[in-house]
């Protein structure tokens, strides 16, 4: 048996070195602070974030747009475009089919902007601004500023990877580019066109979005005002307890029409005229004070951005969600638009 002991012994040693080989490979980072190019990467990857080929998003067309703090005009590519665009308009923590809609609705919208003859309140040389009146737009840099530096880079590429999935996609209603208005968040329902807007479309119609009830942190919100200056911005007299009666709701159960001692106003103008989060409001009077509750946040119009990321958490796609939002519509290939483009310039 004396001539075994070396092999066990050879054995026990080979044994011990296995177990310690993972552990010395896992002890430098065993404190929770990763050092060097690793640790930067899993530092930075964030959730959902994957690698991507940001080439992807080059693209012949360009967007010009007009930066207003610097007063200047950007040539941005079309999907760089887009990706400043979602980047700024959604939450980049929104689920990714969420993203990949507001993405459509990006592209749908500067698509149809850039193909159109009305260019009234752009500045000379632009097809859009950076901000709400057309979408909001903020370049990478700005970006860098607003996000927390260890989230910039997990969030841009998760943007970027909901653009590059929609790259070249967008939405269209008898073959045309859509009007793809969005807000942020529905009463429960969203709006026909023609009950907040003047124009009718076949594709902007009132449906039921009962995801934002729960998801959104925005659907409440209240505002206080003294009676004066109720009756100072609507230009109306308060006489007693009773402020007006709802006369007529939309059928997004937003209020239509409002009688306020013999004056009827419109729910759209009382929102934007008070300054209310939403048109489906509800109020009382407390001694001077008139409080007023809304629901929802937003025109209504088009498609619930918390409505989308709450279908997106059922599992439901890009194409679903959109399709749910705009009825009838298409996803189809921007090519022949941007041919036209092209060919323009």
Do not use: C
Not at 40 to 49: D, I, K, M, R, Y
Not at 223 to 247: A, D, P, Q
Not at 298 to 303: A, D, N, Q, S, W
Not at 304 to 321: L, P, R, T
Request: charged share 25%; no cysteine.
């Amino acid at each position: 048996m004396k001539n075994f002991k070396p092999f066990f012994v050879l054995a026990a040693v080979l044994f011990t070195i296995t177990l310690l080989i993972p552990a010395l490979l896992v002890l430098p980072f065993s404190d929770g602070k990763a050092s060097g190019e690793l640790g930067e990467n899993l530092h930075s990857s964030g959730p959902e974030s994957v690698p991507v080929d940001s080439s992807q998003l080059e693209s012949s067309v360009e967007v010009a747009v007009y930066r207003m703090s610097k007063k200047q005009i950007d040539e941005i590519p079309l999907e760089r475009y887009v990706v400043g665009v979602v980047a700024s308009e959604m939450p980049a923590d929104f689920e990714l089919e969420a993203l990949k809609a507001q993405a459509l609705t990006a592209r749908t919208y500067i698509v149809r902007q850039l193909t159109s003859s009305n260019q009234l309140g752009i500045p000379q040389g632009a097809n859009v601004t950076d901000t709400e009146t057309h979408q909001v737009y903020k370049s990478e840099e700005d970006l860098k500023k607003i996000w927390k530096p260890k989230d910039y880079e997990w969030k841009l590429r998760k943007v970027q990877e909901a653009v590059i999935a929609t790259k070249g996609q967008i939405l269209t209603y008898d073959g045309t580019p859509i009007d793809s208005t969005f807000f942020s968040t529905s009463n429960g329902y969203t709006e026909n066109s023609e009950d907040y807007w003047s124009n009718s479309y076949p594709y902007l119609r009132s449906v039921e979005s009962p995801w934002d009830v729960t998801e959104s942190p925005k659907f409440n919100n209240q505002v206080i005002m003294t009676v004066s200056e109720f009756e100072g911005k609507l230009g109306v007299k308060i006489t007693g307890n009773e402020i007006g009666v709802i006369t007529e709701r939309t059928e997004g159960n937003r209020v239509a029409k409002v009688n306020i001692n013999g004056k009827t106003l419109s729910g759209k103008d009382i929102r934007e005229k008070l300054d209310l989060k939403s048109s489906d409001f509800s109020w009382i009077k407390k001694g001077n004070q008139i409080i007023i509750s809304t629901k929802g946040n937003g025109h209504g119009v088009g498609m619930s951005q918390y409505g989308a990321n709450g279908m997106a958490k059922e599992g439901k796609s890009y194409d679903q969600i959109v399709k749910h939002y705009y009825q009838g519509v298409t996803i189809s290939p921007a090519e022949k638009h941007l041919t036209t483009i092209t060919a323009k310039k």
